[in-house]
């Protein structure tokens, strides 16, 4: 039977996780892969921790090169996050011909380019299923499931946090605010909650995933950005009314014009897949050219669905040899020619409050017509004060197009404000 | 560049649809799969059908000698379906050392053993995405994404016909016959339909998914399998009235006892992300003690979905030259020592037609805590004539239980009859 030596770098939550099912499932591995893996090294700065694990004290390595030179260890498990320390690990590892198996979504997000290079010429893998959308395989879907297609469209919702704050405002009807204190409270959310929120860390993931369905390297500076701190309670409520829930969704699209990345919340059909996620889950919709829509769905968090990812990584890079996984182009850029599409077609969701003078709707509509915007549903609610709010729900348009009629109404004094601006997907 | 050339045995619904991907996605996967993939024959009694998809003259072969004598073929695809001259013409191919790619979910299921042995023996792969849920890549998942898990269950709408029936009952209010003629009238379901509406195709499916997740030969003989042909409208009716909708599920667990495998109509709790599966559309549901839950979604039948899965399985084997995919134990029966649970666990949906008398329902309870089964819920509706509609949800009890106590509860004269027995997942 073909022995294989691991070495985990960081014995935090996911290490933690990885180190458990590894030593727990061992004869299990044996039985059904034929293969016999140990964990050889651990590399973590808090001893005891390692200790409190199980770990032997033989196998707590105290730096990185006693890990790197270590003879029987075949694979390195990284999952100490962030691009500090880790990248230079990984880097290690890597020149030492060690194959990696990464959680890390931003560095490999940030640093691919490098990694892979650094993979190649050392004739050793780097596998990251665990980077995005925790124990579902969507990475090894992409790349050996769904491979006969162009895929068109990958619809996500890859965040765990944001998920669990969104579905509790909608189900409570609590404030953006006391959703967020919930979540920290139960640990979904950090205390700076802004790699969440502001939506970064569903940008990274929809770099990578991106990057593996269209073939080409997507940066994540290419993707529009924009987080959940603005949704309210009326937004929620509203969505609701109009048969709608919001969902923080990470979105791409090839079209002709291009490739379109964007991470926002959206308005999204209660009738659709997606819609039905709640709570800390994830999930990825994707439509192929061939196999039409696919949905994955799972936990996209948590110490053991985040290490099945990593031991799937472990397994397949040990009874896989000659797949290396290095399938990005090796750049950081864009490919010359490759283009993006800012101004991308949606339909949207606009709530304003107007003063309630007679003329005001046909202000508002003769501005729409000015820049073609058509109208789907339209809700009138009563007057707060001398404030009326107004609900539109417009067919598909362009980005640009709804940017230029809401700077155009901002002009009038009888539109006090333009509230919540939310694109719809259907 | 690698070469690989393929043959396609049948030409039918999906043979053409993957004679199309191939050839229209040429130059695609030479780019993204650095792999030139040309369909060299095609074996199709039809010659006129193969002339319409465009097949040239010279690839048309006569009979299978020509094809698997064809230097040029490397992996021939069987899509001729069936038993009989499918099985043939496999064993041709692999004795021939050309890799099959095939999605004959019946022929799979019920000669594996000795397709593998063949595959072994001429060091030919055998590849079989596409024998289950179309499209959507829920073998790769099984080897290949949760592999690092003990599956613990596994929960599948796998028959897109009935799906398709189920949904158009529960959406409709229609009656069992009269969904079954739409879905002939629109072609998804067969002159005679016994193979979906029976269950048979689900209890093949089953076979071959749980022999993966469970690691073992689980043999289609010992799926307990019922069919929806008894559903009726009152029972789709009293569904959404207890907030249940009705699936035709195939269901395998492993537990201390054993494996439990079968095919039957289930009560689904209508938040349970099954529930949301509708039309045609096919899903599996995978619980790994690790991984949690996680669901695939997607077509389950159709000409480029399944297309896409044969293609998958067509680039998978012309890159991972190593993996053979003979996974299962070689042989036709159940290992020795594996236990076959077929008195399981579930709660359990019970209609019953009782002769509106004094001291009914204390004979009823009564019989029921005889065999120790307690009431989740119940309803009376109002009575139609002398005979008063009944419904009973029980909490979990065992197979053998219900069927003693329903024997029991036919010896009553105030009992007329025991209409409709489902059970009920959680």
Redesign the interface.
């Known amino acids: 039977m073909k022995k294989v030596g691991v070495a985990i770098l960081g014995l935090g939550v996911v290490g933690g996780?990885t180190y458990k099912?590894l030593t727990e499932?061992r004869e299990?591995y044996q039985?059904?892969?034929n293969v016999d893996i140990t964990v050889e090294a651990v590399l973590e700065l808090n001893r005891e921790r390692a200790l409190a694990l199980g770990c032997p004290e033989e196998i707590i390595a105290s730096n990185i090169y006693e890990v790197v030179s270590n003879p029987a260890v075949d694979i390195i498990v990284e999952v100490i996050g962030g691009v500090g320390v880790a990248r230079e690990f990984v880097l290690d590892a890597l020149n030492a011909g060690k194959s990696v198996v990464t959680s890390n979504k931003e560095l490999f997000c940030k640093y691919s380019h490098e990694l892979e290079r650094a993979a190649k010429r050392n004739n050793a893998g780097i596998f990251f299923?665990a980077s995005c959308v925790g124990?579902?395989?969507i990475i090894?879907?992409l790349l050996?499931?769904?491979?006969?297609?162009?895929i068109t469209s990958m619809m996500g919702i890859v965040n765990g946090t944001t998920n669990y704050i969104l579905t509790k405002m909608t189900s409570e009807g609590t404030s953006y605010e006391e959703a967020l204190k919930e979540a920290q409270r139960l640990g979904y959310a950090e205390a700076n909650p802004a790699a969440d929120v502001e939506g970064f860390d569903s940008t990274y993931k929809l770099s990578i995933l991106s990057s593996l369905a269209f073939?080409t390297k997507v940066p994540y500076t290419k993707v529009y950005r924009e987080g959940i701190t603005k949704i309210t309670a009326a937004d929620i409520a509203a969505a609701s009314e109009l048969g709608y829930v919001i969902k923080l969704l990470a979105i791409g699209k090839q079209t002709a014009q291009g490739i379109e990345v964007r991470v926002h919340p959206a308005y999204v059909k209660k009738?659709h897949?997606l819609a039905?996620v709640n709570d800390s889950f994830n999930a990825v919709y994707i439509t192929?050219?061939?196999?039409?829509?696919?949905?994955?769905?799972?936990?996209g968090a948590?110490a053991?669905?985040t290490?099945?990812?990593i031991?799937?990584d472990?397994?397949?890079a040990a009874?896989?040899?000659?797949?290396k996984y290095s399938t990005f182009k090796n750049t950081a850029e864009a490919e010359k020619g490759v283009k993006f599409v800012s101004n991308f077609e949606s339909a949207y969701y606009l709530r304003m409050s107007v003063i309630d003078k007679a003329g005001v709707l046909a202000k508002i509509t003769s501005v729409f017509a000015k820049y073609n915007i058509s109208i789907e549903e339209m809700i009138q609610k009563n007057a707060d004060g001398d404030v009326t709010p107004l609900i539109f729900i417009t067919h598909s348009t362009h980005e640009l197009s709804i940017r230029k009629a809401i700077e155009k109404l901002k002009e009038y004094e009888e539109i006090a404000n333009v509230d919540a601006v939310i694109r719809v997907v259907s």
């Open positions: 996780g099912i499932h299990f039985k059904t892969q299923e124990g579902v395989p090894r879907t050996d499931g769904l491979q006969a297609n162009h073939h009738s897949p039905s192929g050219d061939a196999v039409d829509d696919v949905m994955l769905y799972g936990r948590g053991l669905p290490g099945s990812a031991v799937s472990v397994i397949y009874t896989h040899k000659e797949v």
